[in-house]
């Protein structure tokens, strides 16, 4: 006998749709966050381009539960799709944070650009949790695009991280898993590895950053087949 899934599908679009349709592909929701109300796992969310904001019906952080794909422009690092803004997230091992995304246990993200405009904000807050994060973009947030803390085994893959106000790509606590194939270009800091954190780092270029790769305390990364070039203060 077969156990066959069902996905669902849902579809949002932040110019046409409407949070009072069905969701469906010719009657989209206008928000993400009202489709995340409607999440069954396994769900498959898609979005068309345009800003997902507090303008357009936002509540942040928008909290993506385990067994949800997000999925945007993956083909070209999320261009056109952005989801913009912050919100208060109490961290159990950071206290209060001004956050734009929740990943939960197996979540994913696929193609869609990540801002964080608020001052000391994180795009992206992976806590305890095995997400995936591939072919986006994490531009201008207001500290870094992607913070991972506690037991985090997220796998990041082919992502850009570009001119972010403190940092790319924070690993802290005892997070693991594999950051790869990503390009960190134009941040004061491409990847800071801090506490107890032993990912795996491999085959990423980071390019024009003040530092490169910065380690601290304990920190234990494996380290492979990286590019590093044109730092301005230093590569590792």
Wanted: net charge positive.
């Amino acid at each position: 006998m077969v156990n066959s899934t069902l996905v669902v599908t849902l579809y949002i679009n932040p110019m046409t749709g409407n949070d009072t349709n069905t969701g469906s592909r010719l009657s989209p929701f206008k928000s993400l966050t009202r489709a995340l109300k409607e999440t069954k796992i396994p769900t498959r969310i898609h979005l068309e381009s345009g800003t997902y904001s507090a303008a357009s019906g936002e509540v942040f952080p928008l909290v993506i539960p385990g067994g949800a794909t997000v999925v945007g422009n993956e083909a070209n690092k999320g261009a056109g799709i952005v989801i913009s803004g912050c919100g208060e997230y109490q961290s159990p091992s950071f206290g209060m944070q001004n956050i734009t995304l929740l990943l939960l246990d197996n979540a994913s993200i696929l193609g869609v650009t990540v801002t964080n405009p608020s001052a000391k904000g994180t795009g992206i807050w992976i806590e305890s949790a095995a997400p995936t994060l591939a072919n986006n973009t994490l531009s201008d947030c207001g500290r870094e695009g992607v913070f991972t803390t506690a037991t985090a085994k997220p796998a990041i893959l082919d992502n850009i991280f570009v001119q972010n106000t403190a940092s790319g790509l924070v690993i802290a606590g005892h997070s693991q898993g594999e950051v790869l194939r990503n390009l960190f270009q134009r941040n004061p800091l491409g990847i800071a590895i801090s506490d107890f954190a032993a990912p795996v780092i491999a085959n990423n270029k980071l390019s024009e950053n003040r530092t490169a790769i910065a380690l601290s305390r304990n920190a234990q990364p494996v380290l492979r087949q990286n590019l590093i070039v044109k730092n301005t203060q230093g590569g590792l």
